[in-house]
């Protein structure tokens, strides 16, 4: 099928993670549920915007919601407050270790009162930070079922000044709406400071007296076209109903860039999690991002077990691709070459980005031979998998290390894949690469929930559309598309990694490494 082979030759699956901090699409749509801290029963309304309210015993801010790992820290300041006494202070040192996906302060709030409307979550923020590092609000919407509604986390307009502005997010509640989150969050080291914020009904839009100029109405329809002609979920939307609803939000847009909003609601409503839309100047950076295996982070265990990790890769330049996987390859032929029985692959945090690149890298441990499948609508398949030093798709080789491709001296020896919470899209394309592998298991948490692909399509002003069109299937035919379970569920414990130590614990116990 076209979409299917469309999806393997494109060379992005998924969103291109933190070269600049562009992560967050499909992630933060489901990190506050897995990540920060909320109430069992969200309350009718939000509570401590101006932040006046004062301080928990930890010294967040009283009403709002963090989770206080990789680093970062949520407290309340009364040292350059917008107004009032305090403001909150959202941050991460450049000194607190491996960073993690993000930091986020959140809040949560039942969805009544604002079903069938229009709100607006506003803020004043300014912040103190370098790229890669990225900041900016975000509001999610749940519906039944794991439905999400509206979306948005200004992935493509971070946050950068250093004087007080604010920003806000408009969008729609839907009619059944459940609950709605919002928040700040920031990715990478620095410092964000809020204060004065509010969360707000708008007035409808009124389509009949704010008409669409005759561009922005052709954007939007070839928009639509985009959608309803290859997403996944196409077979079950009502189209006609869907589009008067794009319509209806575009009201009084005269430029392609004033349907985005718009746009965006569209791709939430196709219930996939994972369809986004990468603004112009976003996309042009996105051609450009990268990532650096950190030889390092690979080492030698105890008991002879090669430890490692699989981080994100965001971006599609050749050069940089083939130096990633090169360089996991002479992580794990170093590692090799000390005598390994089993491999311990971490793919913990792994937010997605290119899984090209960490494919071919990965492949020595892996194994050669198809792996995965996408699967579109029709049943229509389209594998992907490793083949001497290359990772493959239908059309062939997509990433090829240079030089010599690394084999394992002990090609079948045991693997444990670790997993997480914030495993996502091409992080969990190499879960379930393993999957089906002989003498394999996994061990951690549940993955985020986008085992689906996305191809790209771009529009007239160069946006482009991250369209999801199929689902993950491993090299057994099993499908996924939702949460990737780990086999054995092991909960982190603070001081510990134990996800980690179960993990080696099962190695040991085998016949390679008892040897």
Known sequence: SGSAVACVRSAVIFFDMMRRAFPLAALLAFAPRAGAQQPPTP????????????????????????????????IVTDSGALQGRWAALLARAPDAGPAGAFGTMTQGI??????????????????????PAWAGLWVR????????????????????????????????????????????????????WVDSASLEVLPPLNASTSPLSSEARSYLAAALDIMQQNSVNRDGLDWPALRARAVNRAAGAQRPADTYPAIRAALAELGDHHSFLMTPRAAQANRSGGATYQD????????????????TYGGSEPEAMRRFARAMQDAISHLDAQGVCGWVVDLRGNRGGNMWPMLAGIGPVLGEGWVGAWVSPGDHRARWGYRDGASVGESGE?????????????????????????????????????????????????????STANQ??????????????ARDADRSGVRYGERVEPDERVVAEPGRDAPLETATRWLRATPACRR
């Open 296 to 311: 390092a982070s690979a080492r030698l265990l105890d008991g002879g077990i090669g430890y490692v990790p699989v981080p």
């Open 43 to 74: 309350p009718p309304a939000p509570a401590n915007l101006d932040f006046e309210a004062g301080a928990l015993p930890s010294g967040a801010p009283a009403g709002w919601s963090w989770r206080p790992q990789n680093g970062y820290s949520l």
């Open 110 to 131: 039942a969805a009544d009162r604002f079903r069938g409307q229009r709100v607006r979550w506003r803020a004043y923020v300014r912040v103190d930070l370098e790229p």
């Open 141 to 192: 919407v749940d519906r039944p079922q794991r439905m999400q509604g509206f979306f948005d986390n200004m992935q493509d307009r971070s946050i950068t000044g250093r004087d007080w502005q604010a920003y806000q997010i408009t969008g729609e509640v839907a009619d059944d709406a459940d609950f709605i989150y919002f928040g700040v969050l920031l990715s990478g080291d620095g410092k964000v």
């Open 456 to 469: 790209t399509y771009a529009l007239p002003d160069s946006a482009q559309i991250f369209l999801t069109v």
């Open 398 to 450: 997509v990433v090829r290390v240079p030089g010599t491709a690394y084999r394992l001296r002990r090609p079948d020896a045991p693997v444990a894949v670790l997993t997480d919470s914030l495993t996502a899209s091409s992080g969990e394309i190499i879960v379930v690469s393993f999957r089906g592998r002989p003498d394999t298991r996994s061990f951690g948490q549940p993955t985020t929930g986008v």
